[in-house]
């Protein structure tokens, strides 16, 4: 079989990176893959909201400039969704060929969404079966993607000028990008904390078993520091990454050490109190280790306040560590802050894995 290769596309809130993965002959998931391509070009402020792709002209452009920077093999991409308006859960549902249980998906989604879905497009991921007294069930993760928001993130990467090829969603990457070696043998759950979205994918033995989207990120903590600050975004960023979480500071920065530990609490309750859902629901076995990807994870303390605060131990993900990187390939502006490219890496791994 020949080489193939897939590139994915993450439109992050802050920035729209890409990446090529070339894998070698038995396609994805036979053998180690290189990296043959990569561009992460940094969006302004508002282009998105909510993780939603708001200005599409500003999104294509940076696409345009990451497809300039990047020698792409190709135009082919595989698009990444993930916001509060793609909805994953956990669903049991009585056992039928799956063919037939995603034409049964519009009835589904009535009993499962807790709020009118609207137009969505829907999915099942089946991810095992049981047989009980009622008879044979399969269990698996019920998608259900606002088409808007889908539509947003295909239409800015038609108009730079590429060929959406297929849809992914970005929890599933995290784990494709990350979920490697010793990882396939534990409950792993995988957190990437991005600017404005966090994602919680909890994998048991390499298989997602449970997806929550927490609508919050480390742009906030970057907010509340200018606010606090009277300073530029640029300036609040700065000293947020300097400050960190946990730290002795000099009396003049405790009142902007206070709101950086304030705002950063809110981030570490929602992820603590979605492990605590996980764990009461019995979905699967106890968590055993917590991988983190995402810029926001990058703050100084976070990794060690998430461990003390969930008691387990918490590592951060590098999803350049399970491929080749080719020669040429410059990490550029990705250098030390590698967890920013998970979900691209992770779409280019395809679904075929
Ligand atoms: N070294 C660092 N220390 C602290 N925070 C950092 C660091 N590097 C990046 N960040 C934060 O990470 C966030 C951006 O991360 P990332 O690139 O993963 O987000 P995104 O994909 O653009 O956004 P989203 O996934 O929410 O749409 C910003 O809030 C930024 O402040
Ligand atoms: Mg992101």
Redo the contacts with the bound molecule.
């Keep these: 079989m020949a080489k193939t290769s897939i590139i994915g596309l993450?439109i992050?809130?802050?920035?729209v990176c890409a990446a090529e993965l070339t894998f070698g002959s038995g396609g994805p998931g036979k053998s180690t893959p290189t990296l043959t391509a990569l561009a992460n070009v940094p969006l302004p402020m508002g282009a998105?909201q909510d993780?939603e792709v708001v200005d599409p002209n500003t999104v294509a452009q940076a696409i345009r400039t990451a497809w300039d920077q990047g020698k792409f093999s190709s135009k082919d991409v595989v698009v990444g969704v993930g916001n509060q308006r793609v909805i994953i859960r956990e669903a049991d549902l009585p056992w039928q060929p799956l063919d037939g249980l995603k034409k049964s998906l519009p009835y589904q989604a009535q009993q499962l969404l807790p709020t009118a879905a609207g137009d969505a497009l829907l999915d099942f991921v089946p991810t095992g079966e049981y047989h009980n007294e009622d008879g044979r069930f399969v269990q698996g993760l019920f998608v259900a993607a606002i088409r808007e928001t889908v539509t947003a993130n295909v239409l800015a990467a038609e108009a730079a000028g590429l060929r959406p090829l297929m849809v992914d969603l970005n929890p599933f990457a995290i784990q494709r990008a990350l979920g490697h070696g010793e990882l396939q043998n534990h409950t792993v759950a995988f957190v990437?904390?991005?600017?404005?979205?966090t994602n919680v994918v909890i994998a048991e033995r390499g298989q997602p078993h449970f997806v929550r989207v927490i609508p919050h990120?480390?742009?906030e903590a970057?907010d509340t520091v200018a606010h606090v600050m009277s300073a530029t975004a640029v300036e609040a960023?700065r000293m947020?990454?300097e400050i960190g979480v946990g730290y002795q500071v000099s009396s003049d920065r405790a009142h902007i050490a206070d709101a950086l530990l304030n705002s950063t609490t809110k981030l570490i309750e929602a992820i603590r109190s979605t492990f605590v859902y996980y764990s009461s629901k019995n979905l699967g076995a106890p968590i055993d280790v917590v991988t983190l990807s995402?810029?926001?994870a990058?703050?100084?303390g976070f990794g060690q306040y998430l461990s003390s605060a969930t008691r387990l131990p918490v590592q951060l993900g590098n999803p350049f560590e399970n491929v080749k990187v080719a020669k040429g390939v410059n990490l550029g502006s990705l250098q030390g802050?590698e967890?920013?490219a998970t979900?691209a890496l992770g779409l280019a791994y395809g679904v075929a894995q």
């Design positions: 993450d992050g809130s802050t920035a998105l993780g990437d904390v991005g600017a404005r979205i990120g480390g742009q970057t960023e947020k990454r995402g810029g926001g990058l703050l100084n802050s967890q920013t979900v």
